[in-house]
């Protein structure tokens, strides 16, 4: 038998390789049972709420937080405002599975997103060529390249809304007094399902269940 196949190294390396890993799902399952208790839900959401102000430099509150270890996190009475300190959303509870930003190409990927009792408030000021959620997504993640200018694009593969308000006002052109008005929607009381979600600047696609 050779020397290498006597060698205890490789039993020891998988053995601590082991412990480490027991190690780390024993760190994972404490922190979620630690975001089971209300106390530190609150103070979670608190520490999280003052940082995202700070940050984008537009009030955000957030009642809850939750995390599992398989990537879905659940915000419970959220308030983010814009830029001009009106409200762009508040959301009853707000469950996002699996987030990805990536900055360099622009890009945010969600695997499925529920959302319950949204005000979403869309809008395009006369002085302005973006809408106010545009404007403020370019400012948390702001072009490093003067070249590019690109919008960013959100994907979402599943998603569920219910009890939504959604409100869109383009400033840019006056509301129509009869018929359909594209530019000024007011929607209440919307409940949608439905898969392939993208959102491209102030362009909104996805594919409705029925």
Request: aromatic share 8%; hydrophobic share 45%; glycine share 6%.
């Amino acid at each position: 038998m050779s020397s290498a196949s006597r060698s205890p190294w490789p039993r020891r390396i998988l053995r601590w390789s082991g412990a480490l890993i027991a190690f780390v799902l024993f760190l994972v399952l404490t922190a979620s049972a630690l975001l089971l208790l209300p106390g530190v839900q609150t103070w979670v959401a608190r520490k999280l709420a003052v940082w995202a102000t700070e940050r984008s430099g537009v009030e955000v509150r957030i009642g809850r937080f939750t995390a599992d270890p398989f990537g879905a996190i659940t915000l419970w009475d959220v308030h983010i405002g814009d830029l001009e300190q009106d409200t762009l959303f508040d959301v009853g509870r707000l469950r996002i599975v699996r987030p990805r930003i990536n900055s360099a190409q622009r890009t945010v990927k969600v695997a499925a997103l529920e959302v319950e009792r949204l005000r979403f408030n869309l809008v395009i000021d006369s002085t302005d060529a973006h809408s106010n959620l545009t404007n403020l997504v370019d400012k948390l993640f702001p072009d490093t390249s003067t070249s590019s200018g690109e919008d960013w694009v959100i994907r979402c593969g599943q998603f569920s809304l219910d009890a939504v308000h959604f409100s869109y006002h383009d400033h840019h052109v006056a509301p129509i007094p009869w018929g359909v008005d594209v530019d000024h929607p007011d929607v209440r009381d919307l409940a949608v399902k439905g898969h392939g979600l993208e959102v491209i600047g102030d362009s909104i696609t996805a594919q409705l269940e029925h």
